[in-house]
């Protein structure tokens, strides 16, 4: 019996569409990316928790994370001009999600990224593994990991 690898954007894509799933990660047919609010939200999202991260804490904020933000949702745009019809909703979503983050963790001083883009692979089963990619993994100056 042969084992089964899967991600989780792989496991969405059978819960969406079996038949997706069959095309893309079976027979290697990739269909075209369609953007859309999230992926804009993301990209930028991505840009800029990295950046972020790469400040020192006593230059952190949330007006700079908001500002950054923007100008890297800016940037997908001028980069995509098709990403300007999304850029609204994608400005909107993104600023309460960092307002959420920043209020959750982004105001501790002592946090910092222990991990950037931390791949994974844990098995549910014998014949099952999970894997993907952690986006950042954080922790505080006064812990371990």
């Known amino acids: 019996m042969s084992s089964l690898v899967v991600s989780p954007s792989g496991l969405a894509s059978w819960q969406r569409c079996e ?20 992926l804009l939200r993301g990209r930028a999202g991505h840009v800029e928790l990295q950046q972020f991260y790469n400040m020192a804490p ?12 923007l100008l890297a949702l800016e940037e997908e745009v001028h980069t995509d001009p098709a990403a300007e019809k999304h850029a609204a909703t994608a ?19 002592a946090m910092y990224p222990a991990k950037v883009e931390l791949p994974f692979t844990r098995e549910l089963s014998p014949n099952v593994t999970l894997r993907g990619v952690v986006d950042v993994l954080v922790t505080r100056e006064d812990s371990y990991l």
């Open 58 to 69: 006593p230059a952190r904020s949330l007006a700079l994370l908001h500002e950054n933000f």
């Open 91 to 109: 400005s909107a979503d993104g600023l309460r999600a960092l307002t959420r983050w920043w209020n959750l963790v982004g105001a501790d001083e």
């Open 19 to 38: 038949l997706q799933y069959g095309l893309k990660y079976t027979r290697g047919l990739k269909g075209e990316v369609r953007l859309n609010a999230n």
